[in-house]
Structures are given as structure tokens and as C-alpha cells.
């Protein structure tokens, strides 16, 4: 009887996968309708326009939200018009030429030419050179946030000391006290220049979080900390950096501001997408199954371009250390380089560790216990 337990319990759990997965699979979108990245109804007209040549719809989208002051949508369209024009930028060329002082513009050369300087090998070097493009785009529109955000990045990238990143910090928060991309942007700096940075990160996003709004991106700071650590691959092995407590406490604090958004929104969709990957790192099923819900269609590269805990490189038959209590065994399918592959696999592990939980009968409803095997 001893030997036939472990082939029962795995008969049961298949069992149950069959009769409850789809049940469970109410409410998520089928695999074909969740896009990567997926623009908004008013970025696409912007990129379909630059994919033609045309720079008016980019330059009307950015002096909307400039003249709106929406400062989170534009850092946010800002980094998507930049991906794009990283391969394809004559529209911006078009635009400098027709407008050399347009602060939209101004921002997007800026932008790029960041991005270009992070994908160098010479990365710190040319990034002091776009200081001067940084600073033009400051200050062609005094009041716009954005354009330190891109500044508190190059102080990273440059291994800026904490008193000149500090300076820089000053001017973006005294701008916008809570600008999400600027909080991100000084997460990472201490990610990168502090010993103990896990810790430092936590600390940081804990006290942010603290401060701000309950629906503010920022109370999901927490959980992109968690994110970081359990992504960084330095880690395997190590003394626990923070306590276990803190990295489920970020999670439920991203919960609550996940619940204060609709399904579907696609304003969440990055923090939804983080914690997500939190949850399933954490074992914390059902949780994660309601935020792949709440996600629908808008899979995010990050943190699913990354590699994962029980990808190859993580493998899920390697033994959790016992340093590093907050990784999970996980059932994984072969590892996969494709980000929006990878959602769709958790998606589907966090569906199958659910039904595999769930009895096979409801006991209230049938009376009487269903022994020990149910």
C-alpha cells in the first residue's frame, strides 16, 4: 500500500486537472487573442503614421499629453515611439527638420539616442554624450518630468555618484512627486551602485509606496523589487538578501492596486503582469490564476523576456537551496525564448496547479466526506 501512494496521488491529481481545468479557464482569453505589448487605441494611430513616414500623429499624441501634463502616459508612449524608432526613425528625422525646437521632438531624439547609447558597448561613454540632448529636451518644456527620467537613467548607466543622481532625483520629483518611470529609474540606480541593493530597493519602494495614492502606479514599486530579486540569477544561492514576509507582503499590496483597476485595462497591464510572475514564483496559485484574468489580452515583455527561475538556466529539477526559500519547484514545459510563449506557459501552470488542488467532488454538496484521497 506504502508504494502504491505516490501513483495515486498522481492518479488523483491528473484526475482533477481533467475535471476542473475548464472551469478554470473561464475568463482567460485564448492563446491567440493575447498580444505582446499590445498599443492603446491612441498609440496605434502614432506608430501605423511613423510606419508611413509620418511624424503628425506621434507629434499630436505627445503635445496632448504635454499639454494635458498626463506625465505617466507620456513617459509611457514616449518609450514605445522610441522601440520603434530605434530601427525605422526617418519620420523623426522629418520632424526635426520641420520643427527643431518642438519639445515633443526634441524628447523623442533624446530618447532614441539614449537607447542607442544603453545598446552600445561603450555604454557609459556614450551616454555622457547624450547629456547635452537630455538636457535640450528638459529645457524646451520646464514643467515635463520625462525628460529626468531619462536623466536619473544616465546616471546609472554612467555610474553616477549618489550626490549628482540625488541632484537629478530632485529636479523629477519636484516636477511630479510620483512619477512612476522616475521612481523605476531611481529603483535601478540603487539596484546597480548599492552593496546590498536588494535590501536597499525594498526599502526604497516600500517607503515610496507608502506616500503615494492607493491607486498610483507606485504602490506597485513593492513588487517590482520582489520581481528584481527573484530575476536576478546572482542570487541562486545566496543568504536571503530580505525576509520571505517581504517579498508576499509586495504581492499583496500589488493585489490591492490591481483590484482597483477593471479586467482588461491596459494601464495595470505592467504591474498586473509583475505580480503575476511573483505569484507563480511564490506558489501562490489561485492568486496568480485571478491576475492572468485580470491581465486578458495584455501580455507584457517584462518579465516574461527574461529568463525564469525553472527555465534552463533554472532549471525546475534542480534542488530549491535552502538560502533561498522564496523559489518554487515549478512544473515547466521545455524552456522557451519567446516572451509572450513563456506568459502563456504560466498562464497554463498557474490553471493546472489550481485544478490539481481542487477536490474532485464538493464534499457540502455530496454530504459526507470524501475519505482520504478526494
Not at 499590496?253 to 503582469?273: C, M
Not at 505569484?279 to 495584455?298: D, K, M, N, T
Request: charged fraction near 25%; hydrophobic fraction near 45%.
Amino acid at each position: 500500500m506504502v508504494r502504491t501512494m505516490p501513483s495515486l496521488r498522481a492518479l488523483l491529481s491528473t484526475a482533477r486537472r481533467v475535471r476542473h481545468s475548464p472551469r478554470l479557464s473561464a475568463g482567460l482569453p485564448p492563446a491567440d487573442a493575447v498580444m505582446l505589448d499590445a498599443p492603446d487605441d491612441r498609440l496605434s494611430p502614432a506608430l501605423v503614421g511613423a510606419a508611413e513616414g509620418a511624424y503628425g500623429p506621434a507629434a499630436k499624441l505627445l503635445a496632448t499629453t504635454r499639454d494635458a501634463a498626463d506625465w505617466e502616459l507620456r513617459d509611457r508612449y514616449l518609450g514605445r515611439l522610441v522601440a520603434f524608432a530605434r530601427s525605422r526613425d526617418a519620420w523623426l528625422d522629418d520632424w526635426l527638420s520641420a520643427a527643431p525646437g518642438d519639445p515633443d521632438a526634441l524628447l523623442v531624439r533624446a530618447g532614441l539616442a539614449a537607447r542607442r547609447a544603453w545598446e552600445s558597448p561603450a555604454a557609459a561613454e556614450r551616454l555622457r554624450e547624450v547629456a547635452p540632448l537630455i538636457t535640450a529636451a528638459a529645457e524646451a518644456d520646464p514643467r515635463d518630468p520625462v525628460p529626468w527620467h531619462l536623466a536619473l537613467d544616465q546616471a546609472r548607466g554612467t555610474r553616477a555618484p549618489h550626490t549628482v543622481f540625488e541632484s537629478v532625483w530632485e529636479e523629477a520629483v519636484r516636477r511630479s512627486p510620483h512619477h512612476y518611470g522616475c521612481h523605476v529609474a531611481a529603483l535601478y540606480y540603487l539596484s546597480a551602485t548599492r552593496r546590498g541593493s536588494h535590501r536597499a530597493c525594498f526599502d526604497f519602494a516600500e517607503r515610496a509606496a507608502e506616500d503615494a495614492a492607493p491607486d498610483s502606479l507606485v504602490q506597485g514599486l513593492p513588487v517590482r523589487a520582489a520581481a528584481a530579486l527573484l530575476l536576478d540569477p546572482r542570487a541562486v544561492g545566496w543568504t536571503a538578501p530580505v525576509p520571505e514576509r517581504r517579498i508576499d507582503d509586495a504581492a499583496d499590496l500589488a493585489i490591492g492596486l490591481s483590484g482597483a483597476y477593471a479586467a482588461g485595462d491596459p494601464w495595470p497591464a505592467e504591474i498586473r503582469n509583475l505580480l503575476a510572475y511573483v505569484l507563480v514564483v511564490r506558489g501562490r496559485w489561485s492568486e496568480a490564476l485571478e491576475q492572468f484574468r485580470l491581465i486578458g489580452p495584455h501580455a507584457q515583455s517584462f518579465p516574461w523576456s527574461r529568463s525564469l527561475p525553472w527555465s534552463p538556466s533554472f532549471p525546475a529539477s534542480r534542488p530549491v537551496p535552502a538560502s533561498r526559500p522564496w523559489y518554487r519547484s515549478v512544473p515547466w514545459s521545455p524552456g522557451t525564448e519567446d516572451a509572450l510563449a513563456r506568459f502563456l506557459d504560466a498562464r497554463d501552470v498557474a490553471r493546472l496547479q489550481v485544478a490539481s488542488a481542487t477536490p474532485l467532488w464538493n464534499r457540502a454538496a455530496h454530504g459526507r466526506p470524501l475519505g482520504h484521497y478526494a
